[in-house]
T-cell receptor
Framework: DVKVTQSSRYLVKRTGEKVFLECVQD?????MFWYRQDPGLGLRLIYF???????EKGDIPEGYSVSREKKERFSLILESASTNQTSMYLC?????????????FGPGTRLTVT | GQNIDQPTEMTATEGAIVQINCTYQ??????LFWYQQHAGEAPTFLSY??LDGLEEKGRFSSFLSRSKGYSYLLLKELQMKDSASYLC??????????WGAGTKLIIKP
């Protein structure tokens, strides 16, 4: 059974703190993604990675960075958390086949920044 | 710009049929996905269309018209467990997914 796990389901942080969100997949997928999901908006891509140590900016990378040191692990970092980063964060992975690949999602981390 | 439009919310009755529409305007087209997302949970894959026509999978079917920039998801024999949000996403010319805001489907007994 395919699985994407995220380090926390709920997280509360203070403004200015450094926040790490971790994602691990056990499907040997090359591609990994970080999204945020806010009410009334579609999923918005923050960063993605096609390979180890490789990263590409998505639509809203400002205020975030990522790290992919191992194929199975993709971390999202909020260098200095702000209240407008309160959101649901979803990690996803997919295989390399670019034609019809579906993305497999983790359960999400609901982050609250106070 | 790129845009995916879906109704915000729909209500249907258990046992009935419901059609959720999705229209899109994107830079290129390399396929359209439908995902289901129950409240507080991760999205899960339902269907993929890249050619025009209807794809049927059990109680769920998905239709695509590329010339009209239009798709719909058809759910038959509705069950209470079908209460969820349904997300439409289009893969653009860069093979990135552009997501709609989702349609919240409420099923009433």
């Amino acid at each position: 059974d395919v699985k994407v796990t995220q380090s926390s389901r709920y997280l509360v942080k203070r403004t200015g703190e450094k926040v790490f969100l971790e994602c691990v997949q056990d499907m040997d997928h090359e591609n990994m993604f970080w999204y945020r999901q806010d009410p009334g908006l579609g999923l918005r891509l923050i960063y993605f990675s096609y390979d180890v140590k490789m990263k590409e900016k998505g639509d809203i990378p400002e205020g975030y960075s990522v790290s992919r040191e191992k194929k199975e692990r993709f971390s999202l970092i909020l260098e200095s958390a702000s209240t407008n980063q309160t959101s649901m964060y979803l990690c996803a992975s997919s295989p390399t086949d670019r034609e019809s690949y579906e993305q497999y999602f983790g359960p999400g981390t609901r982050l609250t920044v106070t | 710009g790129q845009n995916i439009d879906q109704p915000t919310e729909m209500t249907a009755t258990e046992g009935a049929i419901v059609q959720i529409n999705c229209t899109y305007q994107t830079s290129g087209f390399n396929g359209l996905f439908w995902y289901q997302q129950h409240a507080g949970e991760a999205p899960t894959f339902l269907s993929y269309n890249v050619l025009d026509g209807l794809e049927e999978k059990g109680r769920f079917s998905s239709f695509l018209s590329r010339s009209k920039g239009y798709s719909y998801l058809l759910l038959k024999e509705l069950q209470m467990k079908d209460s969820a949000s349904y997300l439409c996403a289009v893969k653009d010319s860069n093979y990135q997914l552009i997501w709609g805001a989702g349609t919240k489907l409420i099923i009433k007994p």
